[in-house]
């Protein structure tokens, strides 16, 4: 099982410039697509506070990030020892 976890959907350009990041960095993680998952939509909903954001990258030490610039999420890889 992967560390990372990553909510989006295809027509997403922030959704694809992450797993752009993730894949670049050899990263695994886990994609799960909005609109073909059901109830993914909802746990976006539900981890965003009532927000409909994607990307949404969740981590193995329970925190996430939406939406992440490329050195934000970059950062987070880097604590967690990731890269």
């Known amino acids: 099982m992967s560390e990372i976890t990553m909510y989006g959907a295809q027509w997403c350009g922030d959704c694809r410039r992450s797993q752009r990041l993730l894949n670049e960095l050899g990263v695994e993680y886990t994609y799960i697509n909005i609109e073909e998952v059901p109830g993914a939509a909802d746990k976006v909903v539900e981890i965003?506070?009532?927000?409909?954001?994607?990307?949404?990258?969740?981590?193995?030490?329970g925190t996430h990030l939406?939406?992440?610039?490329?050195?934000?999420l970059r950062k987070k890889l880097e604590a967690l020892g990731l890269i």
């Open 48 to 61: 965003n506070g009532g927000a409909q954001s994607i990307p949404v990258v969740m981590f193995s030490d």
């Open 66 to 72: 939406t939406e992440p610039s490329d050195p934000d």
